[in-house]
C-alpha cells in the first residue's frame, strides 16, 4: 500500500483490527520515508450474483428489488421494514453460499415464500400470485382454500410446486379458441 502523504511505496502495518460481526478489517499503517501514519480497511469483495429471468435475460442481483418485491406482498404491513430487511439479507447471503452463483427468478421467489409462509398465510399467497406465471385467478382462489385446510406447502424446490399442490375445479379455456 503506498503512503497516503507522500506515495513512497514501502508502508508498514502497525495495527490491524477486526471488526466483529463483519468482514471489514482496519489496518493502521506507518510511513517509514515521511513518519505519517494512515488507515486503510480491507473489506470482502462478494462474488456477484446473477439472476436469470423466465425470458433468459441476465441481471445483477439486486437486494433492493428484493425488498421492494417483499414489502409488495406484504402491503398490509404484516412485516415492518426490520422483518423485511432480514429476510432480505437471509436470501442474500444463502444465495452468495450457493456454489452456482446464476440463480433463476423461481429460485428466489421460492426461497422468499418458505420464510413468509411462517410469517403469515396471506403474505405468502400474494407473493405466490404475484411470482408464478401459472397460477390464474381461479388457482389463486383454490390456493386460498387449500392453504386455509392444509397449510402452506412445506418444502418444494421450487415456486410450483404450489401449482402441483392446487387443483382447480374447472378446466382452463385454451387462449386461442
Ligand atoms: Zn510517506
Not at 132 to 147: A, G, K, N, P
Not at 160 to 174: E, I, L, M, Q, S
Given at each position: 500500500?503506498?503512503?497516503a ?18 468482514h ?21 469483495i ?9 425470458d ?37 447471503k ?38 408464478s ?45
Amino acid at each position: 500500500m503506498r503512503c497516503a502523504f507522500c506515495d513512497n511505496i514501502d508502508t508498514q502495518v502497525r495495527d490491524s483490527r477486526a471488526h466483529s460481526n463483519s468482514h471489514i478489517i482496519k489496518r493502521r499503517r506507518y510511513c517509514p520515508s515521511c513518519g505519517e501514519r494512515f488507515t486503510t480497511i480491507e473489506q470482502l469483495i462478494r462474488r456477484e450474483i446473477v439472476v436469470v429471468k423466465r425470458d433468459g435475460r441476465r441481471e445483477m442481483f439486486d437486494i433492493e428489488k428484493l425488498r421492494r418485491s417483499i414489502k409488495l406482498a406484504t402491503a398490509k404491513g404484516s412485516l415492518d421494514d426490520g422483518s423485511v430487511d432480514s429476510m432480505a439479507n437471509t436470501i442474500h447471503k444463502q444465495l452468495e453460499n450457493r456454489v452456482n452463483h446464476d440463480v433463476n427468478t423461481k429460485t428466489v421467489a421460492s426461497m422468499v415464500m418458505k420464510r413468509m409462509q411462517a410469517v403469515d398465510d396471506m403474505s405468502f399467497i400474494r407473493f405466490a400470485a404475484f411470482y408464478s406465471d401459472r397460477v390464474t385467478y381461479s388457482d389463486f382462489l383454490s390456493l386460498i382454500e387449500t392453504v386455509k385446510e392444509v397449510g402452506a406447502p412445506q418444502d418444494g424446490p421450487d415456486l410450483f410446486t404450489v401449482g402441483d399442490v392446487v387443483k382447480p375445479k374447472r378446466g382452463r379455456k385454451a387462449k386461442n379458441s
